[in-house]
């Protein structure tokens, strides 16, 4: 969006993190993809920790001790530039906490981008049902104070309207809009090759959750079960490799073939936790680990596999994923076949639409054994090579310039607005 704005009519600044600080598990650096924003848009970028000596900076209220030099420079850069709109995009979640400073500096319209639906998200494993309760009335208090907000599926965007339905402001409606993750079609241009007639290689980008395995866990923090809160039981094996892998060794039992001519290959991050689900799958010597790769790097190997998978949550009868892995629209924009072991919701109403996909539950093995055996077919018969395997008109609502064109619209739509309260 940092690249594309500016040209839409937007002057953009982006307040950030310093590029030296300690990155995580879900930070990787990739300097390839800061060089793709030009000179269009400027880059503040904040040390974690403030130059000794001076005034010692009064606190913002509600920002953990990290976060408080990029607080302070988001006020700074408001107050002098006095923009027509703060986007704030999410998470951290406590970002939220910048709203009344913010309306004290500027009268910009303030948005929200929630990357994820926050208090309304399956995924997170709460302490207890307090902190819970306390992440809902967090986010419905930054609700109620902002002027618009960013859900990144339809599903995330009905639910929000669902769960806080009598408690938002008159005409909310029309301050929430649904913009999805995307691709850049620039990345896949020249990179589509007829898929290896001697190895059917299944490839996977991205970072896995293994450490929820039962092998992985500690015997305290199974005991601490009963305690811990979630919206809903999912099963979060389905967002490891394990069910993939113990369908790849039952059928390398039952065909020959398929035990000659199937890999797997995981690109992203790698951990103990990952290591050991792959060495207890009894097929360990089919996987290769190459670790983190640059985007480009990773995109080719999208557009060179034989085919793709794509992992989801275990979902509950009755309740659809409110999220859509990043991931799903690079791979629809790959051409590749997917293997997309994942629940009812956008997701899979997404690949249905697009085509090319096979699609199965996460929590059934049969039903993963079934895919990935009719899989392994239509490689071998030479059925993914030619055109038409995937509906591009659909692939190409998501490609980044046209959902910028969509945030364009919407932030537009905002600034016609009167400026919220806070509460």
Same mark, same amino acid.
């Given at each position: 969006?940092?690249?594309?704005?500016?040209?839409?009519?937007?002057?953009?600044?982006?307040? &950030?993190?310093?590029?030296?600080?300690?990155?995580?598990?879900?930070?990787?650096?990739?300097?390839?993809?800061?060089?793709?924003?030009?000179?269009?848009?400027?880059?503040?970028?904040?040390?974690?920790?403030?130059?000794?000596?001076?005034?010692?900076?009064?606190?913002?209220?509600?920002?953990?001790?990290?976060?408080?030099?990029?607080?302070?420079?988001?006020?700074?850069?408001?107050?002098?530039?006095?923009?027509?709109?703060?986007?704030?995009?999410?998470?951290?979640?406590?970002?939220?906490?910048?709203?009344?400073?913010?309306?004290?500096?500027?009268?910009?319209?303030?948005?929200?981008?929630?990357?994820?639906?926050?208090?309304?998200?399956?995924?997170?494993?709460?302490?207890?049902?307090?902190?819970?309760?306390?992440?809902?009335?967090?986010?419905?208090?930054?609700?109620?104070?902002?002027?618009?907000?960013?859900?990144?599926?339809?599903?995330?965007?009905?639910?929000?309207?669902?769960?806080?339905?009598?408690?938002?402001?008159?005409?909310?409606?029309?301050?929430?809009? &649904?913009?999805?993750?995307?691709?850049?079609?620039?990345?896949?241009?020249?990179?589509?090759?007829?898929?290896?007639?001697?190895?059917?290689?299944?490839?996977?980008?991205? &970072?896995?959750?293994?450490?929820?395995?039962?092998?992985?866990?500690?015997?305290?923090?199974?005991?601490?079960?009963?305690?811990?809160?979630?919206?809903?039981?999912?099963?979060?094996?389905?967002?490891?490799?394990?069910?993939?892998?113990?369908?790849?060794? &039952?059928?390398?039992?039952?065909?020959?073939?398929?035990?000659?001519?199937?890999?797997?290959?995981?690109?992203?991050?790698?951990?103990?936790?990952?290591?050991?689900?792959?060495?207890?799958?009894?097929?360990?010597?089919?996987?290769?680990?190459?670790?983190?790769?640059?985007?480009?790097?990773?995109?080719?190997?999208?557009?060179?596999?034989?085919?793709?998978?794509?992992?989801?949550?275990?979902?509950?009868?009755?309740?659809?994923?409110?999220?859509?892995?990043?991931?799903?629209?690079?791979?629809?924009?790959?051409?590749?076949?997917?293997?997309?072991?994942?629940?009812?919701?956008?997701?899979?109403?997404?690949?249905?639409?697009?085509?090319?996909?096979?699609?199965?539950?996460?929590?059934?093995?049969?039903?993963?054994?079934?895919?990935?055996?009719?899989?392994?077919?239509?490689?071998?018969?030479?059925?993914?090579?030619?055109?038409?395997?995937?509906?591009?008109?659909?692939?190409?609502?998501?490609?980044?310039?046209?959902?910028?064109?969509?945030?364009?619209?919407?932030?537009?739509?905002?600034?016609?607005?009167?400026?919220?309260?806070?509460?």
């Amino acid at each position: 969006m940092a690249r594309e704005l500016p040209g839409l009519g937007w002057e953009t600044t982006v307040v &950030t993190r310093s590029d030296s600080h300690r990155q995580g598990r879900w930070e990787s650096g990739d300097d390839s993809l800061l060089e793709r924003i030009g000179l269009e848009a400027l880059v503040e970028r904040v040390p974690d920790r403030e130059a000794e000596g001076g005034v010692t900076p009064s606190l913002l209220p509600g920002l953990p001790p990290i976060a408080q030099p990029l607080g302070r420079r988001v006020i700074e850069v408001a107050r002098r530039e006095q923009p027509s709109v703060v986007l704030l995009t999410m998470s951290p979640f406590f970002l939220s906490e910048l709203v009344e400073p913010l309306r004290a500096v500027c009268d910009a319209r303030i948005v929200v981008d929630l990357r994820d639906p926050w208090a309304l998200d399956y995924w997170p494993i709460y302490r207890d049902r307090g902190r819970f309760r306390r992440q809902e009335e967090l986010m419905l208090r930054c609700l109620r104070s902002i002027d618009g907000v960013v859900m990144n599926t339809p599903s995330a965007r009905t639910e929000v309207l669902r769960f806080f339905a009598g408690r938002l402001p008159d005409g909310f409606e029309s301050r929430i809009a &649904t913009i999805e993750n995307g691709y850049d079609a620039a990345d896949f241009e020249g990179i589509r090759e007829s898929c290896d007639r001697d190895v059917l290689e299944i490839v996977h980008t991205g &970072t896995f959750h293994c450490e929820h395995l039962p092998c992985n866990r500690s015997f305290l923090d199974r005991l601490l079960d009963f305690r811990r809160h979630e919206r809903a039981g999912i099963d979060r094996s389905g967002r490891t490799p394990q069910h993939l892998l113990q369908a790849a060794s &039952t059928l390398s039992e039952r065909c020959r073939d398929f035990d000659r001519e199937v890999r797997f290959r995981f690109v992203g991050h790698v951990d103990p936790s990952l290591e050991r689900c792959i060495e207890h799958s009894g097929i360990a010597s089919k996987v290769e680990l190459p670790g983190y790769l640059p985007h480009e790097q990773s995109v080719t190997a999208l557009g060179r596999a034989g085919a793709l998978f794509l992992p989801g949550a275990g979902l509950p009868a009755g309740i659809e994923d409110l999220i859509v892995p990043g991931k799903t629209y690079e791979y629809i924009a790959s051409g590749r076949p997917i293997l997309a072991a994942i629940g009812h919701g956008d997701g899979r109403r997404l690949l249905e639409e697009a085509g090319g996909a096979y699609i199965c539950d996460p929590s059934d093995p049969d039903s993963i054994v079934d895919q990935l055996k009719r899989l392994h077919h239509d490689w071998r018969t030479g059925l993914f090579e030619g055109e038409g395997t995937r509906d591009m008109s659909v692939v190409q609502r998501y490609e980044r310039a046209n959902l910028a064109a969509n945030l364009s619209a919407f932030l537009e739509s905002i600034l016609e607005h009167a400026p919220a309260t806070c509460d």
